[in-house]
Structure formats: structure tokens, C-alpha cells
């Protein structure tokens, strides 16, 4: 078994900023 490998952690920081950045976009869409 491999300890979490830097691709694993880049994903995860590719999915959070990209989850973030929905996020942010729907609630611009909804105070608008």
C-alpha cells in the first residue's frame, strides 16, 4: 500500500477549486 501520491493530491485540489468556483458562480447568478 502506497502513501497518497502528489497526483491524488492534485486532483483534490483541482476538484475543491473547481467546486469553489461553481459555487461562487451560482451564488453571483442568484443575488443578481
Known sequence: MESI????????L???????ILVARLAIALYR
Open 14 to 20: 483541482i476538484s475543491a477549486s473547481a467546486t469553489s
Open 5 to 12: 501520491s502528489d497526483i491524488q493530491i492534485i486532483l483534490a
